[in-house]
Structures are given as structure tokens and as C-alpha cells.
């Protein structure tokens, strides 16, 4: 199946900076999932970006296809960014089916 | 409107005990799936319904682990003869049709622990 590899596995900010996070995939994709689990475990819908650049708010994401891979970019950090972030993408031959990375693992300092 | 919504949240058994985990899916959605996360990871498929039937099981770790959505909304997974392994968080998702052009919604998850 297709793999996915987010980086960095961890990351630490402090409250007001920016940070990217990295989402590689080892084939095409026809589409492509952002979430955020927040401490109480509910994967929260941010992005659903199969290709180019989408922009929700301190949060935007770009996805470029042909060379697989995903960035999502958080401006501004909050304590409320906090979680671990996910990206996720459907299996080639049975789309319905998303594979996901291990996730980043951000904490938002005060 | 409405999440999808999972029932109960947590759940402690004894190894050995059969439960079973409810997935309420987004209304009007004909797509629904269950996954298992375990602890530090990203959630793995289980198996994946289109109205009524398990289109593709094929997550499925074993025999013990059943599913149903007999009216093609509510989905019951079973979990026969508990093993310690069994423990995870168990999530349901659900999109108005099948496919990667379809977002996936999830559920809060039902936190499994066998003791």
C-alpha cells in the first residue's frame, strides 16, 4: 500500500511563531486529507487538498502532487493549535480507503 | 448539523468479555468506515460499508472483530473473546459517497480497554 511520512515527528512553538509541517507520500494521489486530533482524541476536518494551495483562517496547506507531497503551514501558533496533526490519502486502487501518517506531534507554549 | 457520533466513549472489559461499539454516521451519508488507532500511531482501516454491505473488510485483524449496518446508517463492530491486543481507540468515519473525491467525517472514537 502506499506510504506516508510526516516530519517532524515533534514539535515545540512558542505562542505567535509560524511553523510548516511536511506530509510525503510514496505515490500519485488523487486526493489528499489534513486533520487535527485535538487532547480529547477528535480528529478535526482541516483540509481536504488534493493539489495547489487552500487557506482557512492562521492555517493554509499546499499540496504539490507530482513531486508527492503536502506542507501545512500554521502562522501565528495558539495554545488552542496544540494536538497531533495527521495527513492522510486514499489507497490507489481502493480510494475509499485513506492511509495515514504517524502524525506531528505540536505543543503550543503560552 | 449533526457529526458523526459514537457510543459509548469509553469502554473497560475483561479479557475474554464480547462488546460491541456503536457509529451513528452524518445523516444523508451512504459511506461509512471503521478504524483503529493505537497509541502514537495514525489510525489503520478496518472496514468500509456502501449502504448496507462490508464492501471491503480486509482490515479486519481476525475472525473476532464483526461489523454490521443492517438499514444501511447505524454500524454495530463486535469484538468477540477480548484480547489485551484489542485495546485502541476505535473510530468511525463517514462521507456522503465512497471514494477519494468524498471528504471523510469522523466520530470522537470509543477508547477500548481490555484488562
Known amino acids: 500500500g502506499i506510504q506516508v511520512e510526516q516530519s517532524p515527528p515533534d514539535l515545540i512553538l512558542q505562542e505567535g511563531a509560524n511553523s510548516t509541517l511536511r506530509c510525503n507520500f510514496s505515490d500519485s494521489v488523487n486526493n489528499l486529507q489534513w486533520f487535527h486530533q485535538n487532547p480529547w482524541g477528535q480528529l478535526i476536518n482541516l483540509f481536504y487538498?488534493?493539489?495547489g494551495t487552500k487557506q482557512n483562517g492562521r492555517l493554509s496547506a499546499t499540496t504539490v502532487a507530482t513531486e508527492r507531497y503536502s506542507l501545512l503551514y500554521i502562522s501565528s501558533s495558539q495554545t488552542t493549535d496544540s494536538g497531533v496533526y495527521f495527513c492522510?490519502?486514499?489507497?490507489?486502487?481502493?480510494?475509499?480507503?485513506?492511509?495515514f501518517g504517524a502524525g506531528t506531534t505540536v505543543t503550543v507554549r503560552a | 448539523g449533526a457529526g458523526v457520533s459514537q457510543t459509548p466513549s469509553n469502554k473497560v472489559t475483561e479479557k475474554g468479555k464480547y462488546v460491541e461499539l456503536r457509529c451513528d454516521p452524518i445523516s444523508g451519508h451512504t459511506a461509512l468506515y471503521w478504524y483503529r488507532q493505537s497509541l502514537g500511531q495514525g489510525p489503520e482501516f478496518l472496514i468500509y460499508f456502501q449502504g448496507t454491505g462490508a464492501a471491503d473488510d480486509s482490515g479486519l485483524p481476525n475472525d473476532r472483530f464483526f461489523a454490521v449496518r443492517p438499514e444501511g446508517s447505524v454500524s454495530t463492530l463486535k469484538i468477540q473473546r477480548t484480547e489485551r491486543g484489542d485495546s485502541a481507540v476505535y473510530l468511525c468515519?463517514?462521507?456522503?459517497?465512497?471514494?477519494?473525491?468524498?471528504?471523510?467525517?469522523f466520530g470522537p472514537g470509543t477508547r477500548l480497554t481490555v484488562t
Open positions: 468515519a463517514s462521507s456522503l459517497r465512497a471514494g477519494r473525491s468524498y471528504e471523510q467525517y
Open positions: 487538498i488534493p493539489s
Open positions: 492522510a490519502v486514499p489507497e490507489r486502487s481502493n480510494d475509499y480507503k485513506l492511509s
